[in-house]
């Protein structure tokens, strides 16, 4: 995933926020999403954004996105030891085909 | 939301033998899947898109003859890792595009994973 790029690692307190960013390159890009990946396991996918859209919220999950910057950031409130994961952002290219990740942000959450 | 199956989760095979590996939308027909590979700690890396009833389109740098891909019905393709050897040792997702909704963004889904080991 060279074109989208994450921070590798974060670590926060149970309870604090945490937020993730990420920053793609490809203007055409329709949607964005964020994965969260338990070690071991699949993906699962967390939440995802339009591309003409600055932002989505979901429960505990704020999605950004900076069309502009091509910056898009995960913000998890009052994070959870259980959030502890590696989480993946990704865009679809305008094809519908194309799915890219990013490197994934390993987040560690201390009690 | 939709489902997609891969099997088996876990395999550990010989040197030089054969390994495949399915995926399987259960309960919407994908005419295109997508194979990734995943090294630990790295991100997922895509192999090759399989195409229902046509040759799979593959990946710079991934070896078509070493990893076979085979999409035979609307809900069923297969990796077939070939001669494995211990770098193949990785762990394969597959994906499916489930185009009930194609104007949604959620039309994406990802299997459980395969883990493959080669001793």
């Known amino acids: 995933g060279e074109d989208v790029e994450q921070s590798l690692f974060l670590s926060v307190r149970e309870g604090d926020s945490s937020v993730i960013n990420c920053t793609y390159t490809d203007s055409s890009s329709t949607y964005l999403y964020w994965y969260k990946q338990e070690p071991g396991a699949g993906l699962q996918l967390l939440t995802y954004i339009f591309s003409n859209m600055d932002m989505k919220q979901d429960q505990r999950l704020t999605v950004l996105l900076n069309k502009k910057d091509k910056h898009l950031s995960l913000r998890i409130a009052d994070t959870q030891t259980g959030d502890s994961a590696i989480y993946f952002c990704?865009?679809?290219?305008?094809?519908?085909?194309?799915?890219?990740f990013g490197p994934g942000t390993r987040l560690s959450v201390l009690p | 939301g939709a489902v997609v199956s891969q099997h088996p989760s876990w395999v550990i095979c010989k040197s030089g033998t054969s390994v495949k590996i399915e995926c399987r939308s259960l309960d919407f027909q994908a005419t295109t899947m997508f194979w990734y590979r995943q090294f630990p700690k790295q991100s997922l890396m895509l192999m090759a898109t399989s195409n229902e009833g046509s040759k799979a389109t593959y990946e710079q740098g991934v070896e078509k003859d070493k990893f076979l891909i085979n999409h035979a019905s609307l809900t069923l393709s297969t990796l077939t890792v070939t001669s494995a050897h211990p770098e193949d040792s990785s762990f394969y997702i597959c994906?499916?595009?489930?185009?009930?909704?194609?104007?949604?963004?959620?039309?994406?889904?990802f299997g459980e994973g395969s883990w493959l080991t080669v001793v």
């Open positions: 994906s499916a595009r489930d185009l009930r909704q194609p104007n949604s963004g959620n039309t994406i889904y």
């Open positions: 990704a865009e679809m290219r305008e094809d519908g085909q194309n799915f890219v």
